[in-house]
T-cell receptor, first 112, second 110 residues
Framework: KAGVTQTPRYLIKTRGQQVTLSCSPI?????VSWYQQTPGQGLQFLFE???????NKGNFPGRFSGRQFSNSRSEMNVSTLELGDSALYLC???????????FGSGTQLSVL | AQRVTQPEKLLSVFKGAPVELKCNYS??????LFWYVQYSRQRLQLLLR??SRESIKGFTADLNKGETSFHLKKPFAQEEDSAMYYC????????????FGKGTHLIIQP
């Protein structure tokens, strides 16, 4: 089985731009979660999608949003980028809510 | 709000020595506790979860509700155990996202 696939691997943007990151979960997995990883704050939960609905959201501003499609693939969007949004964004999928998470390799976002 | 604390950023032990990675949490209810590991150039992966009460790669962890701790232990460290280890907590019966500690970098010296 292919693992969780995140694209792109690297992204460079400038302040004020917006960005969309993509995540393809493991086949058969219906839950997708997103995490932000920074040296200062560590790993922080962004949100979780299940059956195309956001089920849970972490403590991030409204500039961070996401969605899930009928094939369980997910995208997250960050609008009006700030320097502090520079981070590794990790996607994780699980067969069902609360089950074992499988992480992707992440998308490294740099905001200049 | 819940919190996970891993007091050691870096832990260095010799091969064959016992290893203990500390994890303390704060949460008033009954959380689920996990240990995740990230080996060099690999993805973050689940090592073990407290409800399974299993031993993976020789590692065990016991949930101590009185001390709100979930320390990871291994009696004899091996060089391949060198990695970043993250303790994580989940509330809401599995409905909530994971709260991670900042991680401990474990180095096993030959």
């Amino acid at each position: 089985k292919a693992g969780v696939t995140q694209t792109p691997r690297y992204l460079i943007k400038t302040r004020g731009q917006q960005v969309t990151l993509s995540c393809s979960p493991i086949s058969g997995h219906r839950s997708v979660s997103w995490y932000q990883q920074t040296p200062g704050q560590g790993l922080q939960f962004l949100f979780e999608y299940f059956s195309e609905t956001q089920r849970n959201k972490g403590n991030f501003p409204g500039r961070f949003s996401g969605r899930q499609f009928s094939n369980s693939r997910s995208e997250m969007n960050v609008s009006t980028l700030e320097l502090g949004d520079s981070a590794l964004y990790l996607c994780a999928s699980s067969r069902d809510r609360g089950e074992k998470l499988f992480f992707g390799s992440g998308t490294q976002l740099s905001v200049l | 709000a819940q919190r996970v604390t891993q007091p050691e950023k870096l832990l260095s032990v010799f091969k064959g020595a016992p290893v203990e990675l500390k994890c303390n949490y704060s949460y008033s209810g009954s959380p689920e506790l996990f240990w995740y590991v990230q080996y060099s150039r690999q993805r973050l992966q689940l090592l073990l979860r407290h409800i399974s009460r299993e031993s993976i790669k020789g590692f065990t962890a016991d949930l101590n509700k009185g001390e709100t701790s979930f320390h990871l232990k291994k009696p004899f460290a091996q060089e391949e155990d060198s990695a970043m280890y993250y303790c994580a907590l989940r509330t809401g019966g599995g409905a909530d996202g994971l709260t991670f500690g900042k991680g401990t970098h474990l180095i096993i010296q030959p």
